[in-house]
């Protein structure tokens, strides 16, 4: 289906226009929080997300609520194809951007982490592994593994049938399953591990972090151009160890760290002399940290001051 075929003639006369705005909008709001769930997860960033949400909205206003049997469905294939468009521009600008790219880091509410799937599929390491997918497969994996729409209405919001649409789900689910952390990963090791980092940034003593280092622990960190970071991925408990031990030097007295919930498990802010300079997520396998994502480019820090809904 096309998007002009979504579009309706609006026979609507001057007296029910308003009439159907709010039915509409209330529709819209009733599903805001999950079309905004499936755009971040499609793109890793709340930014574009919200742009998503608009466009979606523009796009639904129009729509003759009369023709349309499934609401959420209709609303999720609009926001899809929004969502698919913005993934493909999103990719050329990714290949421009300076250093290591991450996620935007969401404040997220407990309601969160206590949805494990929920919380597995909006986490740094999951947004990270569906970044390695190609858009379509990105938006099969993520309408049919996380928000277990229907073959067919996939295949209605990216323009496949529906066994087109069961090929690229199995290979997408391959492709995933190859690479994300062997186990659901646990929000008390996440926990344990980030108070071990605090303890060493307010003690300066890294020892207790240096112990719980996966031998091939990875750690990214994400300036954008716009804060110093290393600008490449930095592989090895030795060399991690070794770049954590100088950055804790650097930091002394002036920073303070405040454990939060980041996008479904357990980070941390850091300030420094009361600003906002990091977020600070895991990967934590096995009770050991096998990655490390430190997120200071600043644009992508607006969504941590406050908690973002969530939902499936």
Same mark, same amino acid.
């Given at each position: 289906?096309?998007?002009?075929?979504?579009?309706?003639?609006?026979?609507?006369?001057?007296?029910?226009?308003?009439?159907?705005?709010?039915?509409?909008?209330? =529709?819209? +709001? /009733?599903? &805001?929080?999950?079309?905004?769930? @499936?755009?971040?997860?499609?793109?890793?960033? $709340?930014?574009? #997300?919200?742009?998503?949400?608009?466009?979606?909205?523009?796009?639904?206003?129009?729509?003759?609520?009369?023709?349309?049997?499934?609401?959420?469905?209709?609303?999720?294939?609009?926001?899809?194809?929004?969502?698919?468009?913005?993934?493909?521009?999103?990719?050329?600008?990714?290949?421009?951007?300076?250093?290591?790219?991450?996620?935007?880091?969401?404040?997220?509410?407990?309601?969160?982490?206590?949805?494990?799937?929920?919380?597995?599929?909006?986490?740094?390491?999951?947004?990270?592994?569906?970044?390695?997918?190609?858009?379509?497969?990105?938006?099969?994996?993520?309408?049919?593994?996380?928000?277990?729409?229907?073959?067919?209405?996939?295949?209605?919001?990216?323009?496949?049938?529906?066994?087109?649409?069961?090929?690229?789900?199995?290979?997408?689910? =391959?492709? +995933? /399953?190859? &690479?994300?952390?062997?186990?659901? @990963?646990?929000?008390?090791?996440?926990?344990? $591990?980030?108070? #071990?980092?605090?303890?060493?940034?307010?003690?300066?003593?890294?020892?207790?972090?240096?112990?719980?280092?996966?031998?091939?622990?990875?750690?990214?960190?994400?300036?954008?151009?716009?804060?110093?970071?290393?600008?490449?991925?930095?592989?090895?408990?030795?060399?991690?160890?070794?770049?954590?031990?100088?950055?804790?030097?650097?930091?002394?007295?002036?920073?303070?760290?405040?454990?939060?919930?980041?996008?479904?498990?357990?980070?941390?802010?850091?300030?420094?002399?009361?600003?906002?300079?990091?977020?600070?997520?895991?990967?934590?396998?096995?009770?050991?940290?096998?990655?490390?994502?430190?997120?200071?480019?600043?644009?992508?820090?607006?969504?941590?001051?406050?908690?973002?809904?969530?939902?499936?």
């Amino acid at each position: 289906m096309s998007e002009r075929s979504e579009r309706t003639t609006d026979t609507a006369g001057p007296l029910d226009r308003g009439d159907r705005v709010d039915a509409a909008t209330e =529709a819209f +709001v /009733a599903h &805001r929080n999950l079309l905004f769930t @499936v755009a971040y997860e499609m793109l890793g960033s $709340a930014a574009d #997300a919200e742009d998503v949400l608009q466009e979606t909205w523009l796009r639904w206003v129009g729509v003759d609520l009369g023709t349309v049997r499934d609401q959420r469905a209709y609303l999720v294939r609009i926001a899809t194809r929004q969502a698919l468009d913005r993934l493909r521009t999103l990719g050329r600008r990714k290949e421009s951007y300076v250093g290591p790219w991450l996620p935007e880091p969401l404040l997220t509410a407990p309601d969160v982490a206590e949805d494990v799937e929920l919380a597995d599929s909006v986490s740094m390491a999951m947004l990270l592994v569906l970044e390695t997918l190609a858009p379509t497969e990105r938006a099969v994996f993520v309408l049919r593994e996380v928000f277990d729409l229907a073959y067919g209405e996939i295949a209605e919001a990216v323009d496949k049938s529906p066994s087109a649409v069961r090929q690229i789900a199995h290979r997408a689910r =391959a492709h +995933v /399953a190859a &690479r994300r952390p062997r186990d659901v @990963v646990s929000p008390a090791d996440t926990r344990a $591990a980030l108070q #071990a980092f605090q303890r060493a940034i307010e003690t300066g003593d890294l020892q207790n972090l240096l112990d719980i280092l996966a031998p091939d622990v990875v750690l990214l960190s994400d300036g954008g151009g716009l804060k110093q970071t290393v600008p490449r991925p930095i592989v090895g408990a030795g060399k991690v160890g070794r770049l954590l031990g100088a950055g804790l030097n650097r930091l002394g007295a002036e920073a303070s760290v405040e454990p939060v919930q980041v996008n479904g498990y357990p980070g941390l802010i850091m300030r420094r002399n009361g600003e906002l300079d990091t977020v600070v997520a895991m990967r934590v396998e096995d009770g050991l940290i096998t990655g490390f994502y430190f997120v200071r480019n600043p644009e992508k820090l607006s969504r941590v001051e406050q908690e973002t809904a969530l939902s499936r």
